[in-house]
C-alpha cells in the first residue's frame, strides 16, 4: 500500500503541476525588437503551495514543493514584412510532494525533462521589421500582433507507469495579443486557448487508455512602468476556464478548470547584453488543480547580429 500510494499521490500532483505551469504570466509577449535580435535566457522557477483535487481522487492534504530550471533562446527576424520571433525552452524539473492517500502518509521525489516548448509570434500592426538603425528612431503605439506556443511531447514518459514528468501528447495554444503605450506606461492584453492531442497510453491500472482533454481558454493582462535603459516592473494578472478531461471517452466534469493569478514582475538591465527579471505569483482564485506560489529569477544575454 504505502508503494502504491506513493505513485498515485505523485501522478495526480504532477499532472496538476505541469497543466497549471501551463497558465503562466508573460509580461511584454509582444513587444518588438529590431530584426536579427537574439537572446539566450536561463531561468530558475521556484513552486510551492497547496494542491486540491475536489474530493475526486482519494488524497488529501496534499502539497508540494519544484524547481523548474529553464534554458530558452529567442531569434527575431522578417515574416513578409512584419516583425516576427521564434522562442524555443527546453525545461527540467526536481520535485518533492507529500499528501494522504488511501489514509496513507506518502511522501515521494522525482527529477526529469518536462516537454519542449516553441513559440511563434508575428506583428500585424504597429511594427514593421525594422533593422537596428531604424528601430533606434522607432516610437511604440499600439501593436497587435498573433502568436502559436507548442508544447512538444519530448518529456519523460512510460504508458505502464504512474511517475511521469511528460504528458505524451502535444498541446497547441493560438493567442492574440495587444499592446498600448502611454509614455512611460506599457498596458498588455492577451486572449488564447489551449487545444490538447489525445494521451493514448494514459495510465489507469494494468492497461493504459485514451484521455482527452477539452480545450482551456485564458486571458491575460499586464500594466507596466518604463524606467529607461530597458528597466522595467509590471503587474500581472491572468484567468483561464476549461479543460474537462476523459478517460476512455467517459467524461470527469469535476475536471473542469476556472482559475486566476497575480503576480508582478521586474526587469533590470545590468550592462549591454545582460539583463535580470525577477517575478511572484500566487493564487487568487482555484477550482480545480492547486494553489501555489511561484518566484522566478531569470538571466538574459541578447546580441544583435545575423550568423556568419
Not at 505541469?18 to 537572446?39: C, E, K, M, S, V
Not at 526529469?112 to 504597429?126: C, P
Not at 493582462?221 to 478531461?245: K, P
Request: hydrophobic fraction near 40%; glycine fraction near 12%.
Amino acid at each position: 500500500m504505502p508503494r502504491f500510494a506513493r505513485e498515485l499521490l505523485l501522478c495526480f500532483l504532477l499532472a496538476s503541476a505541469l497543466r497549471l505551469t501551463g497558465q503562466d504570466l508573460a509580461p511584454r509577449a509582444y513587444i518588438i525588437t529590431p530584426i536579427h535580435a537574439n537572446a539566450i535566457t536561463l531561468t530558475y522557477g521556484y513552486y510551492n503551495g497547496g494542491l486540491n483535487f475536489g474530493g475526486i481522487i482519494p488524497i488529501t492534504g496534499a502539497s508540494g514543493s519544484y524547481s523548474v530550471p529553464v534554458v530558452s533562446l529567442y531569434h527575431t527576424f522578417s515574416f513578409f514584412g512584419r516583425s516576427a520571433n521564434l522562442t524555443a525552452a527546453l525545461p527540467y524539473a526536481v520535485g518533492t510532494f507529500h499528501g494522504t492517500v488511501l489514509g496513507t502518509q506518502s511522501s515521494v521525489y522525482r527529477s526529469g525533462l518536462l516537454d519542449t516548448s516553441f513559440r511563434f509570434s508575428v506583428n500585424l500592426l504597429g511594427g514593421p521589421a525594422m533593422p537596428t538603425q531604424d528601430f533606434a528612431h522607432w516610437k511604440q503605439k499600439n501593436l497587435l500582433g498573433v502568436s502559436l506556443k507548442v508544447i512538444a511531447p519530448t518529456g519523460q514518459y512510460d504508458g505502464t507507469k504512474l511517475v511521469n514528468w511528460g504528458i505524451n501528447r502535444w498541446a497547441f495554444k493560438p493567442e492574440l495579443g495587444y499592446s498600448r503605450r502611454l509614455h512611460n506606461w506599457l498596458l498588455d492584453g492577451y486572449g488564447g486557448a489551449w487545444f490538447y492531442t489525445t494521451n493514448s497510453a494514459a495510465f489507469a491500472g494494468p492497461v493504459p487508455q485514451r484521455q482527452t482533454e477539452e480545450p482551456i481558454g485564458s486571458l491575460e493582462g499586464h500594466l507596466g512602468y518604463d524606467f529607461g535603459q530597458r528597466s522595467w516592473v509590471s503587474f500581472d494578472g491572468n484567468f483561464w476556464w476549461g479543460g474537462i478531461t476523459s478517460l476512455s471517452g467517459v467524461a470527469n466534469l469535476a475536471s473542469k478548470q476556472v482559475g486566476s493569478r497575480l503576480g508582478g514582475t521586474a526587469s533590470v538591465r545590468l550592462s549591454h547584453h545582460h539583463s535580470v527579471k525577477v517575478s511572484f505569483s500566487d493564487g487568487t482564485y482555484v477550482r480545480f488543480g492547486g494553489n501555489y506560489k511561484n518566484v522566478s529569477v531569470a538571466w538574459q544575454y541578447s546580441w544583435v547580429g545575423r550568423p556568419n
